[in-house]
């Protein structure tokens, strides 16, 4: 008959004694009259084992064979001894064999031990009386564990691994320890060596060799063609697109200028250039009123008739005399903010809802002063509706007196129409407030101006905020140069709270502004992503698909001749 002790435990981390029908030594002091139980044949699982492996425990199962003429063995004991013979441990487990007088009993030792070496499993049984079988020893020894690795998974060999790990004391197959690759993470497919950050990417071939998540999947598009579209000469698209479904099923386009103007047409992809002027510019001349040169920045809708709009204003300080110690064009006199504007026709025409400078949304904290510019709060991104019921904007701040002039800012707000209820990312939480500078009375005007949102990683991007319902993420695109210096054109990242941003990406080297080698060769600004099948009436949410739109400046004598263009956009998910 075969049996089975429970599980006892023997820890090998200090010397003890527990007694089981006897003390802490291998002789009984007592013997009852009677014939003892007898065992033979000791077997235990396992010789040697490796120190801490698997859970920290050592499972050694021992196994006698007896033989019992009263059929009251009740009690298996097991001494641990160590190398000199030393008793370190006496434990004991009861035995339930229904009165068999013969069999098998067996059980299991689990040692856990920050000991190493040889040690001996001395096994008696006892019964009823205290009657003790023979002794069996057995040996075992614990040695230490091979140092273990991590070694980072590279399948293609291409010196990037897909960041997934083994720990091992031995090489695995196809894998790499850190100082072996280039990086320990990022191979988007690593079945295929010339997929990996940094590689060399092919546009348009449905393959995400950089793996950073995006490819120009197409040709460029010439949405707008100032040579033959434009409506007067300074009709130009001189800020990102922004898109709205209207009341009545139409899509209206917006690139604004001083005088704004849209193109309308059944979807996105049929849109036309409308002549009509919707929104004009008032030029004031005080920098107080923020209600000079106005541009339509951004724009929002619910319900295709009311139609939100945040102002980009620029107070043109050489405009106007005794502003500015020159006159003309400098951005020595350029200060800016941000302004509500409002249409409840459907688009057909945008005003201030209250009287300037109450349409103030945000500006900087201090007044304009002569020469001391560029200062202010500029273009607005897309407005974005967030989960939370919140409209999100980034924005770009500017005070060239500083250090580091120019960073994006996150705002929010409840309420779409009070251009009070906006409020600045501060570090910790939504609590930062714009102020009028010239109103508004503060005892530190460096309170009220925001906070920059992951510089390292975005810069100063704002051109475009969108939520990209295919990968579950938000989008921001804008015009930047590379995190190393070498690169310029329109860049992406992505977020998860809109905070924190990753390192942002090209998507489309192109010549800047403040970039361009040649004074004859085009440049390029004004990047935004649209999608045509977008969910969203306002076109906040993009997919696996979308557009980037933006502006070339043919650099024609009087620098008007401006275009919008528009290059197919695929998205990967990794």
Known sequence: MKTSANIF??????????GCGGGGDSDFPYQAPGTSPSISNLEISQTSAVHNAGDGRIDIEISV???DQEGDVNHMSVNVLDGSGAILYVVGSSLSLGGSTSGTASGTVQIVTDTLGDFTLRVWLVDETVRASNKLDAQFSITASAAQSTWYKDADRDGYSDGVTVLAAER??????????????????????????????????????????FEISGPPELVFDWSSDRCEDLDIPDLPARAFRDKDGQVQLIS??????????????????????VMTSHFDPNPSMFNDVEWIGAIYT???????????????????PGYCSRSYWTADCWYNGLT???STDGGLSYGHPVSPPDHLIAASSIQYEIDRGPDGIFHPSSILRGPDGYYYAMVHRVRQTDANPWHACLMRTPDLANPDAWRFWDGAGYEGEFINPYTDAVSNPDNHDCSPIDRDAIWDMTQSLTYNEYLGRYVLTGSATSIDGTTHGFFVSFSEDMIDWTPRELLLERALPWTVQNANEPHYLYPSLLDPESTARSFDKVAETAYLYYTRNNRAPGDLDRDMLRAPVTFFRH
């Open 256 to 277: 604004s200028h001083a005088n704004t103007r849209r193109f309308v047409g059944p979807d996105l992809d049929n849109v036309v250039r409308d002549c009509t002027i």
């Open 172 to 213: 695995p197959a196809g894998h790499y320890l850190d100082d072996e690759l280039t990086a320990t993470k990022g191979d988007c497919d690593d079945s295929d060596n010339s997929v990996h950050p940094g590689g060399t990417e092919i546009d348009a071939d449905g393959v995400d060799q950089d793996c950073n998540g």
């Open 9 to 18: 435990l023997v820890s090998l981390l200090a010397v003890s004694s527990t």
């Open 302 to 320: 619910e319900d295709g008739n009311t139609i939100y709009a945040i102002v980009h204003n620029e107070f043109e300080g050489w405009t106007h």
């Open 340 to 342: 509500l504007a409002v």
């Open 65 to 67: 064979d007896f033989i």
